[in-house]
T-cell receptor, first 117, second 113 residues
Framework: AQSVTQLDSQVPVFEEAPVELRCNYSSSVSVYLFWYVQYPNQGLQLLLKYLSGSTLVKGINGFEAEFNKSQTSFHLRKPSVHISDTAEYFCAVSDHAGGTSYGKLTFGQGTILTVHP | DAGVTQSPTHLIKTRGQQVTLRCSPKSGHDTVSWYQQALGQGPQFIFQYYEEEERQRGNFPDRFSGHQFPNYSSELNVNALLLGDSALYLC????????????FGPGTRLLVL
């Protein structure tokens, strides 16, 4: 079984400042890693995903994340945030252990990012 | 492309009733997953349908059941509703392999009184 821990429930930041949202996971098998964003009263939208290869993954809206296998982390970063980035962000994992792995996503508790002017 | 659509958007039920939620997947997708998102929590996996069969299930009681139709659309049924079933129910569609992106609908907000 996998689990995901998002270390910060809320992150306030000023506009144009950098931000990092932290995510750690636990799994006994290899995983795929995802970051989703949820705006108020909406579903989830994929920001980026790590499947294999380069550990630095670039996504939409200027976000990027780095996979660190030794630390079992997948932190999300943006060098300069905008007011419109205010939303809730979810880290998720799915295992790819073979025949019984169908892409079930296990989510963290979410981090609310609030960007202040 | 309409993306993933869900109906209804909101629903109010009383304890003990039954509810059916509906989902139409994104064009070209044949796999539908359902998630429950309680207030202030991350989504939790309920089950996944592929080729009209449930092929993976999360830790939810049998009161939660589903169906997938030949056109890949899906229903989630919840029987004997409890107050704790109040949540946002999200449908996600994808292709059938785990590395594929799951595209989420806007959700159905269920309130059980």
């Amino acid at each position: 079984a996998q689990s995901v821990t998002q270390l910060d429930s809320q992150v306030p930041v000023f506009e144009e400042a950098p931000v990092e949202l932290r995510c750690n996971y636990s799994s006994s098998v290899s995983v795929y890693l995802f970051w989703y964003v949820q705006y108020p009263n909406q579903g989830l939208q994929l920001l980026l995903k790590y499947l294999s290869g380069s550990t630095l993954v670039k996504g939409i809206n200027g976000f990027e994340a780095e996979f660190n296998k030794s630390q079992t982390s997948f932190h999300l970063r943006k060098p300069s945030v905008h007011i419109s980035d205010t939303a809730e962000y979810f880290c998720a994992v799915s295992d790819h252990a073979g025949g019984t792995s169908y892409g079930k996503l296990t989510f963290g508790q979410g981090t609310i990012l609030t960007v202040h002017p | 492309d309409a993306g993933v659509t869900q109906s209804p958007t909101h629903l109010i039920k009383t304890r003990g009733q039954q509810v059916t939620l509906r989902c139409s997947p994104k064009s070209g997708h044949d796999t539908v997953s359902w998630y429950q998102q309680a207030l202030g929590q991350g989504p939790q996996f309920i089950f996944q349908y592929y080729e009209e069969e449930e092929r993976q299930r999360g830790n939810f009681p049998d009161r939660f059941s589903g169906h997938q139709f030949p056109n890949y659309s899906s229903e989630l049924n919840v029987n004997a509703l409890l107050l704790g079933d109040s949540a946002l129910y999200l449908c996600a569609s994808s292709l059938p392999t785990p590395q594929e992106t799951q595209y989420f609908g806007p959700g159905t907000r269920l309130l059980v009184l």
